[in-house]
């Protein structure tokens, strides 16, 4: 299991591709302050978002919140530098033991800080190309959806992420 941003859930919600996540980890955690930056998002006429509702209905998205006196103390801590769903997110990610998953850069580098290991949208392509769900042709075609869309990639393909390491 993983815990999931908003960033992560919106990009790949707004190319139907949620299905990735699934696949390759089974289950994922969203804590409930993400939910309601979802909410939020559907409210303000992002309905590319009801695809998080609507696969939540399938069980394979767990929602939570830090819970235990450590998970709070720390998510009260992290809300001076990132938002709600960031500092939840890193929370129970920690709480928990598990991966964090976002693209925001601030709450990618608090939670290696924290000792976290840390991915987003393009870490999520690229297993998705190695475990053989997708090809390389597949994830740069929903990249390129994603960029369409707004996502802000660093890359134009998979192809670098794979390069980069040579």
């Known amino acids: 299991m993983i815990v999931v941003n908003t960033t992560v859930l919106s990009n790949l919600a707004r190319v139907n591709q949620l ?12 804590p409930i302050q993400v939910y309601e930056e979802i909410l939020r998002g559907i409210n ?4 590319f978002l009801k695809t998080v509702d609507k696969v939540a209905e ?17 998510m009260k801590e992290l ?10 997110g ?7 033991g598990l991966p964090f998953f976002s693209d ?14 840390v ?3 393009l870490g999520t392509l690229k297993l998705a190309v190695e475990e053989g769900l997708i090809s390389i042709k597949e994830a740069d075609e929903v990249l390129g959806e994603m960029i369409h869309g707004g996502y802000r990639s660093p890359i134009q393909s998979v192809k670098e992420l794979f390069e980069s390491k040579k």
């Open 79 to 88: 809300l001076v530098s990132v938002g709600y769903g960031e500092a939840a």
């Open 44 to 47: 303000e006429g992002y309905y």
């Open 58 to 74: 399938e069980g394979w998205i767990v929602f939570e919140a830090p819970t235990s006196k450590k998970g709070r103390k720390c």
């Open 104 to 117: 925001d850069k601030k709450a990618r580098q608090i939670a290696k800080q924290q000792g976290l290991s």
């Open 90 to 96: 890193i929370a129970l990610a920690k709480e928990q």
């Open 19 to 30: 299905r990735i996540l699934k696949e390759l980890y089974g289950k994922i955690v969203i």
């Open 119 to 121: 991915s987003g949208t």
